[in-house]
C-alpha cells in the first residue's frame, strides 16, 4: 500500500490547512500522526468505521474519508503554533480500537508532509 500526503504549508496561528492522504488500494483504517523537533511521534487522528481524535485536537482537527477515493483528509482549524511538526499519514488493517493510536499498530506510512504555524 502506498499512501501520498498532501496539503502542508505555513500558515499563522488560528487559520486552517486541509491534509489529504491517498492510499493505492482500500484500507480499513486510515490516519495522522505527527512529530515536532524533539519531540516523540503523536497520534493525531484516525478513521476506522468512526474517527477517533487526540484530545489536543479534539474540537479543532476533522478527519473524514472519501472510501471511493480511497483517500482521507484532515480538516485543521484554528491552527495553533504547537501543532508545527510533520504529519505522517499511516494506514492498516485489523487495528482494533483501543490501539488506534498505537503507532506500531500501522503497518503502512507515507512521507511526511510539513505544516507550520506562526504566533
Known amino acids: 500500500v502506498q499512501l501520498q500526503a498532501s496539503g502542508g504549508g505555513v500558515v499563522q496561528a488560528g487559520d486552517s490547512l486541509r491534509l489529504s492522504c491517498a492510499a493505492s488500494t482500500r484500507v480499513v483504517t486510515m490516519g495522522w500522526f505527527r512529530q515536532a523537533p524533539g519531540k516523540e511521534r503523536e497520534f493525531v487522528a484516525a478513521?476506522?468505521?468512526?474517527?477517533y481524535y487526540a484530545n489536543s485536537v479534539k474540537g479543532r482537527f476533522t478527519i473524514s474519508r472519501d472510501n471511493a477515493k480511497d483517500t482521507v483528509y484532515l480538516q485543521m482549524n484554528s491552527l495553533k503554533p504547537e501543532d508545527t511538526a510533520v504529519y505522517y499519514c499511516?494506514?492498516?488493517?485489523?487495528?482494533?480500537?483501543?490501539?488506534?493510536?498505537?503507532?506500531?499498530?500501522?503497518?503502512?506510512w507515507g512521507r511526511g508532509t510539513q505544516v507550520t504555524v506562526s504566533s
Open positions: 478513521f476506522k468505521w468512526n474517527p
Open positions: 499511516v494506514a492498516g488493517s485489523g487495528i482494533i480500537q483501543s490501539r488506534i493510536s498505537e503507532d506500531v499498530a500501522y503497518n503502512y
